[in-house]
């Protein structure tokens, strides 16, 4: 509660500078014969404005920008500018005429035409600076939305085991198994036929099945967030940064044209300097401060770079006005009246706040926009990962499992129950215990890599008996098999090894080491390519992205992966530090 109050008077205070800003009054000869009026107005502009932003954070925010109508929520912020902006210029038009101040006005402008652009300067502030003020929405959704991209990441990368045991019955199949092992001596026709009878019920589990329940490409759940519009694309997508860069150019000219008091001099001089000092500072805060300290959760670092940087240019400006370098001339004077009350000790000070403030919210606002846009950008991505986890449910459920194995070794044992019970009986027990190992993995957040080797050994141990001319070979150096890491971590690259090398004709391999040196862990696998070579099946293994993707959830930069090629052989060596931070 205490710091919600002190969040509200610092914003109170915020806006006060602001509103200095803002009022004619500070600048004209009348401010010392209008201290109650000054006062006066400074509250009520204060009050507007905090009323505005508590509407923006409590209201719009939540109710229109949160809920995909952007459109209605521009129009909101844009009409309760246009009010607020006539509140404002109505008590300055009546504090002006009531203390009968001049205005100091060039002849060149009507006071008509002044009038309008006060408006059009007001409105536009109004509209940056309580748009400014959802920050700290954005703020917190930009991290929200990061840690769940992340999450759906990570569950991503670990669940395509979870949904093959939800998918198939794994007790019926390792009963099946179990039961045929312990048959195919006594009664082979027997075991054959609970064998043909497991491979069609899997068939259908993974294949068939799959059609009835499968979301159609591009479908997606009908609560999730709807984030394409074309006022969407337009605040968010690359294709419109030039038109996004220049309506920033154009809102800027308009807020500083409320500095030009009617004259010639500020139209020619004084404009084209502020908006390119404003310029320099906003682009300098986008590029350089926000990537640099507030995207990185350093939020004191950066507010107080804002300030200094603010300073930077007020402070100079400051001496300029007060040191009279800008009427060297005696042309300045000429324009306007001052008392010696402006050039005071606190009226300095009072000046340089408000100008430090006036630079430095639309520096902050700014990165509200880009902040929306990351959180947008979040936002996109993480429905993309759920569509596609909709989508492609079928292709990892089969890559998990690797279904063109398994239905080729239930084949072969097949075969085998007629030729061979014995070899039946041994090769079923091998294959229930590596597909147990498979499914039951996952669930494990780290094993031994030990395990991990006798379970490739079993994989490669049951490719062999399909062929003939395959070999393979693995090689553990010292103390690798007590290594602890993540599971099933190197079977896509196995598996990718063992698909892309059957070759009919000639003989082929696969060679795995494992070795540690030092704080590393070395993984290499090398495999020979057919001497002619077949189409690649797109859908086997998980795919190099995918294995990627799971290494950086895992290991972040703690992880060398290089994959290199030439006419007879595929070579993978992945090192991962074993002093990892999980990220």
């Known amino acids: 509660m205490k710091r919600k109050i002190a969040n509200n008077l610092a914003l109170i205070a915020v806006l006060g500078f602001i509103a200095m800003g803002r009022i004619y009054l500070i600048s004209s000869e009348g401010l010392r014969i209008a201290h109650t009026a000054l006062i006066i107005e400074v509250v009520l502009i204060t009050l507007t404005y905090f009323a505005a932003t508590i509407l923006n954070i409590r209201v719009l925010v939540p109710r229109l920008l949160l809920r995909n109508r952007f459109t209605a929520y521009m129009v909101s912020l844009l009409a309760l500018a246009m009010i607020f902006i006539a509140i404002e210029i109505g008590f300055e038009r009546l504090f002006i005429d009531h203390y009968h101040l001049s205005p100091g006005r060039d002849l060149y402008f009507s006071e ?10 007001g409105i536009a502030v109004y509209f940056i600076s309580v748009a400014g003020t959802a920050i700290v929405i954005f703020m917190r959704l930009w991290k929200q939305s990061g840690a769940r991209m992340r999450d759906l990441e990570e569950q991503s990368a670990r669940s ?7 998918r198939i019955d794994s007790e019926a199949l390792f009963e099946t198994l179990d039961r045929t092992a312990g048959i195919v001596r006594q009664s082979p026709s027997e075991a054959s036929t609970l064998l043909m009878k497991l491979s069609k019920s899997l068939r259908l589990q993974l294949y068939e099945s799959e059609h009835k329940r499968h979301t159609a490409p591009g479908e997606l759940p009908s609560q999730m967030f709807n984030l394409s519009s074309p006022l969407l694309n337009l605040l968010t997508e690359k294709r419109y940064r030039g038109v996004r860069h220049l309506s920033m150019i154009m809102v800027f000219t308009l807020i500083l044209s409320s500095n030009l008091n009617g004259t010639w001099f500020s139209l020619l001089f004084m404009l084209p300097l502020s908006l390119s000092i404003y310029l320099i500072l906003i682009y300098f805060s986008i590029h350089v401060l926000m990537p640099k300290l507030m995207m990185r959760n350093r939020m004191p670092a950066y507010l107080m770079s804002v300030t200094l940087s603010a300073l930077v240019i007020v402070i100079p400006m400051q001496l300029t006005y007060f040191n009279g370098i800008a009427d060297s001339n005696g042309w300045y004077n000429e324009q306007f009246t001052f008392s010696a009350w402006h050039f005071s000790a606190w009226m300095q000070v009072l000046y340089t706040i408000t100008n430090t403030v006036k630079i430095s919210f639309p520096m902050i606002s700014v990165n509200v926009f880009i902040l929306f846009q990351h959180w947008v950008r979040n936002e996109r991505y993480i429905a993309e990962l759920e569509a596609a986890r909709l989508r492609s449910e079928l292709e990892q459920l089969q890559n998990q499992v690797n279904p063109h194995f398994l239905f080729n070794m239930l084949n072969n044992i097949i075969v085998l129950t007629k030729k061979n019970p014995d070899e039946a009986a041994n090769v079923l027990h091998k294959l229930s215990n590596m597909l147990q190992y498979q499914f039951r993995g996952f669930t494990k957040q780290s094993i031994l890599l030990g395990d991990d080797i006798r379970f490739l050994t079993d994989y490669l141990n049951l490719e062999k008996l399909r062929r003939d001319n395959f070999e393979f070979s693995i090689t553990a150096g010292d103390g690798v098999e007590e290594i602890s890491l993540p599971p099933l971590l190197f079977i896509p690259f196995v598996e990718n090894a063992v698909k892309h090398n059957n070759d009919n004709r000639n003989l082929s391999f696969v060679r795995l080491r494992f070795a540690r040196e030092n704080d590393n862990l070395c993984f290499g696998c090398i495999n020979s390519k057919p001497l ?23 290991y972040g930069n703690r992880y060398r992966l290089e994959i290199t ?3 007879t052989s595929y070579t993978v060596q992945l090192s991962i530090e074993l002093k990892y931070k999980k990220i």
Do not use: C
Not at 532 to 554: C, F, I, M, Q, Y
């Open 565 to 567: 090629e030439n006419e």
């Open 532 to 554: 002619r070579p077949t189409r690649k099946d797109e859908a086997g293994g998980l795919g190099l992205p995918n294995v990627r993707r799971r290494l950086d959830l895992l």
């Open 160 to 166: 395509e085991l979870e949904k093959v045991r939800t």
């Open 112 to 121: 008509d035409s002044i009038l309008f652009f006060e408006m059009l300067s």
